[in-house]
């Protein structure tokens, strides 16, 4: 496999995996996608979230090539989709929608057929994959047989047989229980990391996404309407409301007021709001046990991801 | 990268693994056991051979046809003719006829099966193309860093693959059906070919393969046309279904539009080329040479069109 270095935030000089140049997708004289750029590094796990029919497959169609593209480039380690289809291709896995696989043939022969559709795939790779993936119990059964859960499995096998530098996985926890989930994005995040593998997953739910990507694009009707870095916005150490429950909201404002330089930015009866940044927290809570304030719980108070989601979108619901 | 013959192994791989396409070679298998057990104890009993009075039998069945030839109109006497001079060739030869079914006899009735595997070979063409879409398994096939040129060729050249296998099991298992059922003692028997009126001696191997090659022209061309509407539609019904009904009802169609001289330029017109072996052609101004132009300018449209629908259209099932 090859080793890609491993970064999280493309510093500018690394070429992208994946790159989109102002992509645009008319299907029957109407618009669907209409203008996407953005660029995928080694090792980064980039989310593409909108809600259905935001134009996410049509566009991870366009990108692997089972659709053409209107205006604009795709390029895969600098090869165009467009015009070298067959360079640009091998380095990519992909599940798009629904992983379908011939259902009359068993999981290990349908893994067969793949590998003979590429170079040199060994039989000892294929088992690898299969262990990987945890299908070796089941791997010479019809796939006829299989939960979806498998299948999915099977589907990620076929992806990553000819390791690909480049993993596309078009709403792969779709359909799967909490535990497939956890799973995928278990595997997501290690492939990434450890690998160093570019993947791109879509979906609609923010809440799945913001456990396994590093950065998140929102779709909607076609066009990106942003990009969010979600390690920056988790580790984030700009000040945010910190709100207090305490016996006394007023009294422990006054305190505050007078006992320090912070920002408060709302009170009442039983809690106090104050703009801090972490490391403020606990000088904070020791001035109030100090002056005898009781302290029930603390809460940060800060925009989640999902605040922010709707702030880009204007307020409309993307979920 | 890949080569053309592993998308090759693929494509066998997924006709022969299937279910629907195994049964069909055990069905024609059956049609063929069925067909010998059928002929043999229904048909008549070729054991009473009364050896020594065959000629005189034929000399009898010869003034008997001579008698009717003068009664019917010219286009019909053609049969006539043949039989008439194939007895006096058997007579003058010392070359007695069979006696109910031979082996050889057999293998030529079983020819008509060649239709079967021409539906069977729509079939697997147009379910190999179109299923891909159905199933969905068509965007999984198709990011694999091969041309769509060449999967959409593998699925042809394989599924013609099948239609020669099962051309292949119905001369071995009829030959064999055949001679268990009938007896193998006919082996050597000379065919007896009539051609402008005189008769020669072929040996049957040559007659049976020139009436399989006859008949495979039909079969590419349909198989062909299944493919290319499959590739088009991505439908299987339709791709099978408008191809069968074509192919049953071509001579209906054909003879429908006989009164037009441009029907001499429709596919079904053309593709049974034994008209021009065994004498009366459709219309006067078509020769083989004019039939074989046809068909090879109704190949290439269908080729053509398959291959751009396949290679160029977006997919989004
Ligand atoms: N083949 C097609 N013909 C017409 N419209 C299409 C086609 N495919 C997708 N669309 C339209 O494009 C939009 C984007 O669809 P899609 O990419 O599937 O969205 P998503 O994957 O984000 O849910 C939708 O409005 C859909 O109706
Ligand atoms: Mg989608």
Redesign the interface.
């Known amino acids: 496999m090859q080793q890609h270095q491993m970064l999280n935030k493309p510093d500018g000089t690394e070429q992208p995996a994946v790159k989109l140049e102002d992509v645009k997708k008319v299907i029957g004289g109407k618009p669907i996608i209409k203008g996407l750029s953005f660029d995928i590094y080694p090792g980064e796990v980039f989310g593409f979230l909108g809600p259905n029919g935001a134009g996410k497959t049509t566009t991870i169609r366009m990108i692997v090539g089972l659709m053409r593209i209107t205006e604009g480039n795709i390029y895969i380690h600098g090869k165009s989709v467009k015009s070298h289809f067959k360079d640009a291709i091998r380095h990519v896995g992909a599940i798009v929608e629904n992983p379908e696989m011939y259902k009359f043939l068993t999981g290990y022969q349908n893994l067969i057929h793949y590998s003979r559709m590429v170079k040199d795939i060994s039989r000892e790779r294929i088992n690898d994959i299969v262990e990987l993936v945890g299908l070796k119990d089941r791997i010479n059964d019809k796939v006829k047989t299989y939960s979806l859960g498998m299948r999915q499995r099977l589907g990620l096998a076929q992806a990553l047989l000819h390791s690909p530098s480049v993993l596309i996985l078009d709403e792969p926890t779709n359909g799967l229980d909490p535990a497939g989930i956890r799973e995928i994005r278990h595997y997501i995040r290690r492939l990434a990391e450890e690998e160093g593998l570019a993947v791109i997953v879509s979906s609609h739910l923010l809440s799945e996404m913001e456990l396994m990507c590093d950065r998140i694009g929102i779709i909607q009707n076609g066009k990106l309407v942003g990009v969010q870095n979600v390690h920056d916005f988790v580790q984030g150490d700009s000040q945010r409301p910190i709100r207090f429950s305490v016996d006394d909201g007023d009294q422990a404002a006054q305190i505050i007021r007078e006992t320090l330089d912070f920002e408060v930015i709302n009170h009442d009866n039983d809690i106090v709001e104050i703009q801090l940044d972490t490391e403020q927290i606990p000088i904070v809570v020791e001035i109030l046990v100090e002056k005898g304030i009781k302290l029930y719980g603390i809460i940060s108070a800060a925009k989640t991801l999902e605040d922010k989601f709707l702030e880009v979108t204007g307020g409309r619901d993307i979920v | ?2 080569s053309f013959f ?2 090759i ?2 494509e066998n ?2 006709i022969y ?3 629907a396409n195994r049964i069909m070679v055990l069905m024609l298998l059956g049609l063929i056991i069925a067909g010998g057990l059928i002929i043999k104890f229904s048909g008549p009993d070729n054991t009473d051979a009364h050896k020594g009075n065959w000629k005189q039998e034929l000399v009898q069945d010869n003034k008997d046809m001579e008698k009717q030839l003068k009664e019917m109109p010219a286009q019909s006497q053609t049969y006539f003719k043949k039989e008439i001079a194939i007895n006096k060739y058997r007579i003058a030869h010392n070359l007695p006829p069979a006696q109910g079914e031979n082996i050889w006899g057999f293998v030529k009735d079983m020819i008509g099966l060649i239709m079967v595997i021409s539906i069977f070979t729509i079939i697997v063409v147009g379910t190999s193309i179109s299923s891909e879409f159905n ?3 068509i ?9 769509r040129t060449s999967v959409i060729f593998a699925k042809y050249i394989s599924s013609l693959m099948f239609a020669i296998g099962m051309l292949i099991l119905l001369g071995i298992v009829s030959w064999l059906v055949g001679g268990i059922l009938f007896g193998f003692a006919d082996i050597s028997q000379p065919f007896l070919q009539y051609t402008d009126g005189k008769v020669t001696e072929t040996s049957w191997v040559m007659y049976v393969l020139k009436q399989y090659g006859l008949n495979c022209v039909q079969l590419i061309m349909m198989a062909t046309l299944a493919g290319a509407i499959a590739a088009i539609f991505r439908n299987g019904a339709l791709s099978i279904g408008l191809t069968i009904f074509l192919m049953m009802a071509g001579s209906t169609i054909t003879a429908f539009l006989a009164k037009y001289d441009w029907v001499k330029y429709v596919l079904f017109a053309n593709m049974d080329l034994s008209q021009y072996l065994n004498g009366t052609p459709l219309n006067d101004d078509m020769t083989l040479g004019f039939s074989v132009i046809v068909l090879v300018v109704y190949y290439v449209i269908f080729m053509i069109f398959g291959w751009l629908f396949f290679t ?1 259209r ?3 099932a």
Do not use: C, H, Y
Not at chain 2, 139 to 147: A, D, E, F
């Open positions: 990268m890949s592993q998308l192994q693929n791989m997924k693994r299937k279910g199933w969905g398994t965007k999984l096939l198709l990011i694999r860093p091969v041309s160029k977006d997919i989004a």
